[in-house]
C-alpha cells in the first residue's frame, strides 16, 4: 500500500514524495508546492507539473490560457469577532485578502469560504463579513465552520449562506464541467470525536454523484479535513472514508478544507486533499504546541502565515493547480 | 531544665494558636475554598480538573478562560451551556449523585466528568 506523507510548506529540509501509478511527477508537484507561499503557479501539462512564478512571462501565458477551464479562489476561518493577542484586527486582515483576491492577474470566478466565517456566530459578525467580501464582486459559497453554528445548530448560517442546501446545509452545484460539493462536519459532534458528516449527508452524497461519468472533476469542500491531520486535536473527520468510498471512480477529486489554519496538502491517489490559510490568524503545527489555539506571531510576521488559494482547473487534465499565497 | 520549659512553652503556645485557628476560621475563607473546589477552568482546549467530585446539591461552575469559545454539554443531554467566550461562565446544580461525562460540543475531543456523592 503506497505511503502517504504529510506536506507542510514551510518543511526544512527535503521534501519526500510517494509514488502512485498515474503518470503524475509528484516531485515537480511537491517542489511546487514549496513555492506556493511566494505565489507560483503549478499547472499540469501532460501529467507532469511545472512551476511558473506569478510574475513571469510564461505565468501570464498560463494566465491567459482559459480555454475550456477555470479558475476559482478558496478563503477561510475569517473569524469576524475575534480580537485576542493572535490577532487584534481581523478586519485589516479579511480585507488584505480581499484585495490580494482583487489583485489576482488571472481573475476567480468565484469564491469557496471554507467556514468559521464568524467567531461567535453572531449577526453583526456575518455582516461585517458580507460587508467585506463585497469588494470582491464575486458569488460566494460558504459551508459552515463550528463558530458559526454555535448556538442554534446553523439555522442564521443556512438562513443567510445556503437557502437551497440540504440537511445541516449541505449542496453542491456545476461550473464548467467541474461538479461542486459544499459538505456538513462540525454538527452533532459527538463527545470524544472528530467532525462527523452524519448518515443522511452521507446518503444524499451517495445519491449525489452516482450518476455523473467517472471523467467529471470533483471538488469536495467542507471546513473540517477530511483526512486525518491529527486526531488529538479533533484536526480529522470520523465518517469521511464512507464519503470518499463514493468519489472512488473519479479521476480527478480535489478537497479543500479550512479549520486547521495553516496550509497542509496531501495525495492518495486521485484525490488531492488541501487545507487553506484562515485570513485572521494562525495556528501551530500538529503537536507543536499544548493545544490548537490561535498561535501568537511577531506582528510584522502576521501576514506572512495567513493567506488566501488560487485554484486552477485546465480541462482535460487530471489534478486542479491549488496555489496558496500570504497576505505579505 | 529553663531550656526545657522553653520549648515546652513554645509548644504549647503553638498549639494554642493552632486550635483557634482551627477552631475558627473566618467565613470568607471558607466559601473561598468551597467555590475553587466546584469550579472547573477551561483553558488551552482542556479541561482542569478533568475529573471533579462535588457534593449532592453543588453547584458547578465552568470558567472559559482560553481565547476562542466552548461550549459545555453533558454526553448524555442533562446540561449544555450557550456558547461561552472567554472570561463567561456557566453553572450548573447537580441535585442527584452519579457521574456525568461532558465535553464540549465544539471542540469534541476535550472531555470532563463530574462525580456527584
Given at each position: 500500500?503506497?505511503?502517504?506523507?504529510?506536506?507542510?510548506?514551510?518543511?526544512?529540509?527535503?521534501?519526500?514524495?510517494?509514488?502512485?501509478?498515474?503518470?503524475?511527477?509528484?516531485?515537480?508537484?511537491?517542489?511546487?508546492?514549496?513555492?506556493?507561499?511566494?505565489?507560483?503557479?503549478?499547472?499540469?501539462?501532460?501529467?507532469?507539473?511545472?512551476?511558473?512564478?506569478?510574475?513571469?512571462?510564461?505565468?501570464?501565458?498560463?494566465?491567459?490560457?482559459k480555454?475550456?477551464?477555470?479558475?476559482?479562489?478558496?478563503?477561510?476561518?475569517?473569524?469576524?469577532?475575534?480580537?485576542?493577542?493572535a490577532?487584534?484586527?481581523?478586519?485589516?486582515?479579511?480585507?488584505?485578502?480581499?484585495?490580494?483576491?482583487?489583485?489576482?492577474?488571472?481573475?476567480?470566478?468565484?469564491?469557496?469560504?471554507?467556514?468559521?466565517?464568524?467567531?461567535l456566530s453572531?449577526?453583526?459578525?456575518?455582516?461585517?463579513?458580507?460587508?467585506?467580501?463585497?469588494?470582491?464582486?464575486?458569488e460566494i459559497?460558504?459551508?459552515?465552520?463550528?463558530?458559526?453554528?454555535?448556538?442554534?445548530?446553523?439555522?442564521?448560517?443556512?438562513?443567510?449562506?445556503?437557502?437551497n442546501?440540504?440537511?445541516?446545509?449541505?449542496?453542491?452545484?456545476?461550473?464548467?464541467?467541474?461538479?461542486?460539493?459544499?459538505?456538513?462536519?462540525?454538527?452533532?459532534?459527538k463527545?470524544?470525536?472528530l467532525?462527523?458528516?452524519?448518515?443522511?449527508?452521507?446518503?444524499?452524497?451517495?445519491?449525489?454523484?452516482?450518476?455523473?461519468?467517472?471523467?467529471?472533476?470533483?471538488?469536495?469542500?467542507?471546513?473540517?479535513?477530511?483526512?486525518?491531520?491529527?486526531?488529538?486535536?479533533?484536526?480529522?473527520?470520523?465518517?469521511?472514508a464512507?464519503?470518499?468510498?463514493?468519489?472512488?471512480?473519479?479521476?480527478?477529486?480535489?478537497?479543500?478544507?479550512?479549520?486547521?489554519?495553516?496550509?497542509l496538502?496531501?495525495?492518495?491517489?486521485?484525490?488531492?486533499?488541501?487545507?487553506?490559510?484562515?485570513?485572521?490568524?494562525?495556528?501551530p503545527?500538529?503537536?507543536?504546541?499544548?493545544?490548537?489555539?490561535?498561535?501568537?506571531?511577531?506582528?510584522?510576521?502576521?501576514?506572512?502565515?495567513?493567506?488566501?488559494t488560487?485554484?486552477?482547473?485546465?480541462?482535460?487534465?487530471?489534478?486542479?493547480?491549488?496555489?496558496?499565497?500570504?497576505?505579505? | 531544665?529553663?531550656?526545657?520549659?522553653?520549648?515546652?512553652?513554645?509548644?504549647?503556645?503553638?498549639?494554642?494558636?493552632?486550635?483557634?485557628?482551627?477552631?475558627?476560621?473566618?467565613?470568607?475563607?471558607?466559601?473561598?475554598?468551597?467555590?475553587?473546589?466546584?469550579?472547573?477552568?477551561?483553558?488551552?482546549?482542556?479541561?482542569a480538573?478533568?475529573?471533579?467530585?462535588?457534593?449532592?446539591?453543588?453547584?458547578?461552575?465552568?470558567?472559559?478562560?482560553?481565547?476562542?469559545?466552548?461550549?459545555?454539554?453533558?454526553?448524555?443531554?442533562?446540561?449544555?451551556?450557550?456558547?461561552?467566550?472567554?472570561?463567561?461562565?456557566?453553572?450548573?446544580?447537580?441535585s442527584?449523585?452519579?457521574?456525568?461525562?461532558?465535553?464540549?460540543?465544539?471542540?469534541?475531543?476535550?472531555?470532563?466528568?463530574?462525580?456527584?456523592?
Amino acid at each position: 500500500m503506497a505511503k502517504n506523507k504529510l506536506i507542510h510548506p514551510d518543511a526544512n529540509g527535503v521534501i519526500e514524495h510517494d509514488h502512485n501509478n498515474d503518470g503524475i511527477d509528484r516531485r515537480g508537484f511537491l517542489k511546487c508546492m514549496a513555492w506556493a507561499g511566494t505565489g507560483a503557479l503549478c499547472v499540469v501539462e501532460g501529467g507532469v507539473l511545472k512551476s511558473y512564478a506569478l510574475g513571469s512571462q510564461m505565468g501570464s501565458k498560463m494566465h491567459s490560457h482559459k480555454v475550456g477551464g477555470m479558475t476559482f479562489a478558496q478563503i477561510s476561518d475569517s473569524h469576524m469577532g475575534f480580537n485576542k493577542p493572535a490577532n487584534p484586527d481581523v478586519i485589516s486582515t479579511l480585507k488584505a485578502a480581499v484585495d490580494k483576491l482583487n489583485a489576482l492577474p488571472n481573475q476567480p470566478e468565484f469564491i469557496l469560504h471554507t467556514g468559521d466565517i464568524s467567531h461567535l456566530s453572531k449577526p453583526e459578525e456575518f455582516d461585517n463579513v458580507d460587508q467585506i467580501l463585497k469588494a470582491t464582486n464575486k458569488e460566494i459559497f460558504f459551508v459552515p465552520g463550528e463558530h458559526d453554528v454555535l448556538n442554534d445548530d446553523g439555522a442564521m448560517f443556512r438562513e443567510r449562506y445556503a437557502k437551497n442546501s440540504k440537511g445541516a446545509g449541505w449542496y453542491s452545484f456545476d461550473k464548467n464541467g467541474v461538479h461542486f460539493i459544499g459538505l456538513v462536519n462540525v454538527m452533532n459532534l459527538k463527545a470524544g470525536g472528530l467532525g462527523s458528516l452524519g448518515h443522511d449527508q452521507l446518503e444524499w452524497l451517495e445519491d449525489d454523484v452516482k450518476h455523473l461519468k467517472s471523467s467529471t472533476p470533483i471538488v469536495v469542500f467542507a471546513h473540517i479535513p477530511l483526512w486525518t491531520v491529527y486526531p488529538q486535536w479533533g484536526w480529522g473527520t470520523d465518517d469521511s472514508a464512507q464519503a470518499l468510498s463514493y468519489l472512488k471512480k473519479f479521476g480527478s477529486v480535489t478537497v479543500l478544507n479550512g479549520h486547521i489554519h495553516q496550509t497542509l496538502q496531501k495525495v492518495e491517489g486521485n484525490v488531492t486533499f488541501h487545507t487553506a490559510f484562515s485570513t485572521a490568524f494562525p495556528q501551530p503545527a500538529p503537536g507543536k504546541a499544548e493545544g490548537p489555539g490561535p498561535m501568537k506571531v511577531p506582528a510584522e510576521q502576521l501576514r506572512s502565515v495567513l493567506g488566501i488559494t488560487d485554484v486552477n482547473y485546465v480541462q482535460g487534465r487530471h489534478a486542479l493547480a491549488v496555489v496558496d499565497s500570504s497576505l505579505a | 531544665m529553663r531550656k526545657r520549659m522553653f520549648v515546652g512553652l513554645s509548644i504549647a503556645v503553638g498549639l494554642a494558636i493552632a486550635t483557634v485557628l482551627i477552631l475558627h476560621p473566618t467565613r470568607a475563607r471558607s466559601e473561598d475554598a468551597k467555590a475553587s473546589a466546584m469550579q472547573v477552568t477551561v483553558d488551552n482546549f482542556t479541561f482542569a480538573p478533568q475529573t471533579l467530585t462535588v457534593p449532592v446539591n453543588g453547584t458547578v461552575t465552568w470558567v472559559n478562560k482560553d481565547d476562542v469559545p466552548h461550549v459545555i454539554a453533558s454526553d448524555d443531554g442533562v446540561f449544555k451551556s450557550k456558547a461561552l467566550d472567554t472570561d463567561d461562565k456557566y453553572s450548573y446544580t447537580f441535585s442527584k449523585a452519579g457521574t456525568y461525562a461532558y465535553y464540549c460540543s465544539v471542540h469534541p475531543k476535550m472531555v470532563g466528568k463530574i462525580v456527584v456523592q
